[in-house]
């Protein structure tokens, strides 16, 4: 009977961790710069949701378009200013410069806000109960969100002109820019997208988990494995790839033991690079 | 879209080559982390100091204290002792500083209360002058500073360090020259080495855990308990020690298991536990998975009549019942000290501390204070500077303070918190304060507060511990309408 109730809660964390990677996923896909910092914004929002929560009374579900304006506005300024020079330059520049980012960010909120918890009390959500299981009404309404906003984002990405105009960038800037795209504009845009999906993901973390200012590092470390999981730009894949790695933490913790879930993820990522290294939901190649 | 870049892949194999690096660098930490701490080191240094007159910035008014070629430190015969030099040894910067700060914090304020006090009386109104290091949380520093206070600073007494891995080389250096230290480390080998100079008043791990045990069996009787604990240092040692002491009170460990530190979801674990259908959970948890661990307790409906952390670490932070608020309820902490345990001198130490430094004392603050008030009422006893007198009159304490009474083990007595510690080639253990000195606290409307003992006897009197009853067994989470 606690099989069924595991594989519940595997799920619904996975739909969290699938939040956190498509906005990671997009902006590799298009820009070709691994946001490393993405945990880190998340971490932000978190913040902003607390405070809004805290100063406001708003609530954290409420609080998810205010937090992606915000870090819509954060990504693009920092994009225009300092992501764009390093835009073509080699891959590990490009890592140093967002690891300088994520530690900045860190140590920046560890000084404002201290290093200490913080959860949005009396807002622990109602316990559901249905044929024997048990839901927390916050968690599922978690899960239903990240699903919605990962099928918005999909519809935007796959079926708008603007979707087009950057699935194109991301094939080929140069043809882009030739078609009349404006690349620049477009890859500005998809950056700030990308830091705007964290910001809706670090709203809805809120309402499951605890805020401190390392906060990010664990979200962006799945958030990484998810990304090579579903393919990279693949949004349909980060979802899928979510679940999956929401289900292995849990049934791993829970057949296994919970000292060694993170093992549980590695394995597979490992042997998903072995095997299938374009990632799982990754179409075959024309 | 899902074109193979060059690029794309490059970035993809850095990405997995720093995954793989971080996942090893975390596991080789873990197993460095969980190993046992470094060996003593077998240094033989010949003591021959050259009398350095560099070093006296201070004016020092009797004769200079001149370091002789013997181990023998002050001088007994100068008549009119107008300072005594402790040298106290914390980790003051690297990530442990805010720890060794406030236990800094600790000793200088008992300094302060003697030194306003009159100083040491049978030395004529000698101050108290304290000579303070910083060992970083370094074994090595750790020992080299301590080192240093004894040839170079002349100090005639010690106190240090906090983490075992650095107060074990510390107190080898105090033994070889013969200072008496008193200290604070939670490492059973602290005292375990047959050595007859270190001394330690709080309480440590077993002891935490025996009481936690008493609590369990004496008033709630409880038969079966779960251990769900941190996989760090103090969470793996305390499972362990938990473990081995279940039977001794009849209590059965029916599900154990550890978890990794910031864990995001704890359900799994817990489901399991539920299954499980313990009495008690004995938990060691930091305090976001403290946190973590009351909210999904709720979430998937796991009932005990106890949540009970040996030691507090996350559970006993004042965050656990600012963030946790009516989930933190009913939680018990089996802990070294309380704020309002009814200790003589508690209620003036806890008032005096927050004067002066603004904010509540902790139990580290605390551990420390102690330590300093048995060295300090220890040279008073002796009227002497003299290392060996000051010894002696160690040996002699029996006194009670803010963490309950105190008296050491002596040599050949054969004293062991636990017969385990045989298996760890611990034949006895040397002055380790034979009471327990351990009580049980429950948030109780959100505030900590000692439940138990209800009541010590000590010396024909009664002393009243506790400031509260407990509320147990804990009520379901139905029953809290939560």
Known sequence: MLLPQVILEGVMVGGIYALAATGLTLVLGVMRVLNLAHGHFMMIAMYLTYFLYVFFGLDPFLSIPISMLFLFAVGMALQRTIVRPVIDAPVVNQMILMIGLLIFLENMAAFLWTHNYRALKGYEGVVLSFFGFRLVSTRLAAFAMAVIITVLLYILVMRTKWGRAVRACSTDPDAAMLMGINVPRIRLQAFGLGVALAGAAGSLITTTYYIFPSVGMHYIIVALVIVVLGGMGNIFGALAGGIILGLVEALTSFYVSSQLKLIGVFIVFILLLLFRPEGLFARKRG | MSEGQPSRRTALKIAVTAIVCGVIAGVGGWFIGSAAAPPPRTETKTVTKTVAPKTYTTTVTPPPVTITKTKTVTVTATPAVKEVKIGTVWPLTGPIAASGEKHLKGVELRVKEVNEAGGIKSLGGAKIKLVVADNQGDPKISASETERLITTEGIVGFIGCYTSGTTLPATEVTERYKIPAVVSAGSPKVTGRGFKYVFRAHAEVFKTAKVTFEFLKKVMGVKTAAIVMDSGAYGSISAKVCSALAPDYGIDIVFKELFPTGTTDMKPLLLKVKEAAPEAILAVAYIADALLMVRQMREVDLNVKALIAPGGAGFNDLTFIKEGGKLAEYVLIGIYWSPDAGW????????????????????????A??????????????????????????????????????????????FLLHPMLKKLGIKEQIGENIYDNTVIVQVQDGKFVTVWPETVTWKGKTIKVAAAKPRVPMPTWKERGL
């Open chain 2, 344 to 367: 003589p001198h508690n209620a003036e130490f806890v008032k005096h501390y927050t004067e002066v430094y603004g904010e509540p004392p902790d139990p580290l603050v605390e551990e």
């Open chain 2, 369 to 414: 204070y102690e330590a300093a008030y048995v060295l300090f009422d220890a040279i008073e006893r002796a009227g002497s500077t003299d290392p060996e007198k000051i010894r002696e009159a160690l040996v002699a304490t029996e006194t009670i303070w803010t963490a309950g009474p105190i008296k050491f083990s002596k040599p050949g007595e054969g």
